[in-house]
């Protein structure tokens, strides 16, 4: 089953943010997290990026995560008076009549 068919958004960590050596250990990236909302993926992220001293490209891209967090960014109304460009095909040409009321209502809800 495709995580677009439940509304939940996995985490893909970006190598240089965290440990190498974890993601080998959890079996090359298989295992990441799942959220329900962008909230929780940025807590998320918050939680595995840092510095990895065994693990030397994690403390070159150390200089990348801001101080405070990705938390510090998310803001409710960030997209207020913002155009955004919605790609639809070939992305819904495929879409059942379910798939697509759906994303026009969370577009609705962009909006």
Not at 8 to 16: A, D, M, W
Not at 55 to 83: N, V
Not at 91 to 105: D, G, I, R, T, V
């Amino acid at each position: 089953m495709s995580h677009s068919n439940h509304r939940v958004i996995c985490c893909f960590e970006t190598l240089l943010l965290n440990s190498r050596t974890i993601n080998s250990f959890l079996g090359c990236g298989w295992n990441r997290p799942i959220c329900r909302t962008v909230s929780d993926a940025v807590y998320v992220l918050d939680a595995i990026v840092g510095i990895d001293y065994h693990d030397h490209a994690t403390q070159e891209a150390a200089k990348y995560i801001p101080h405070g967090g990705y938390k510090q960014f998310l803001k409710r109304h960030a997209l207020k008076g913002k155009r955004l460009g919605i790609v639809r095909n070939p992305f819904l040409s495929s879409a059942s009549e379910s798939e697509s009321q759906a994303f026009e209502h969370h577009l609705q809800t962009l909006r």
